[in-house]
């Protein structure tokens, strides 16, 4: 089970910090993933990161405003956000699964946190 949570109402120009915590799976054996979707929008990938930490990978729309980290004493991924825009907004969920852009190679997925960014 994945829970994400940090989502909220921000001005365009600044920062979030999502956490997703996991429960009942071996947490440093999965790559993690974010992807955000917003309305009437495909899911889209925004970052992932390897089991080790070793790998990390994101998109150009988000790439140098965007920072995945975990720590995996603590079965937690993060995703940093900063220099918000609101182009951002969407829905942003944690997943655990294969070191993969693709939603489908991904197993377990959290809930869903709202990000808007206002302008």
């Known amino acids: 089970q994945l829970q994400a949570s940090g989502g909220g109402l921000v001005q365009a120009g600044g920062s979030l910090r999502l956490s997703c915590a996991a429960s009942?799976?071996?947490?440093?054996?999965?790559?993690m993933g974010w992807f955000r979707q917003a309305p009437g929008k495909e899911r889209e990938f925004v970052g992932r990161i390897s089991a080790s930490s070793y790998r990390t990978n994101y998109p150009d729309s988000v790439k140098g405003r965007f920072t995945i980290s975990r720590d995996n004493a603590k079965n937690t991924v993060y995703l940093q956000m900063s220099s918000l825009k609101p182009e951002d907004t969407a829905v942003y969920y944690c997943a655990a699964g294969s070191y993969s852009v693709l939603p489908s190679a991904y197993n377990y997925w959290g809930q869903g946190t709202q990000v808007t960014v206002s302008s």
């Open positions: 009942g799976l071996t947490f440093s054996s999965y790559s």
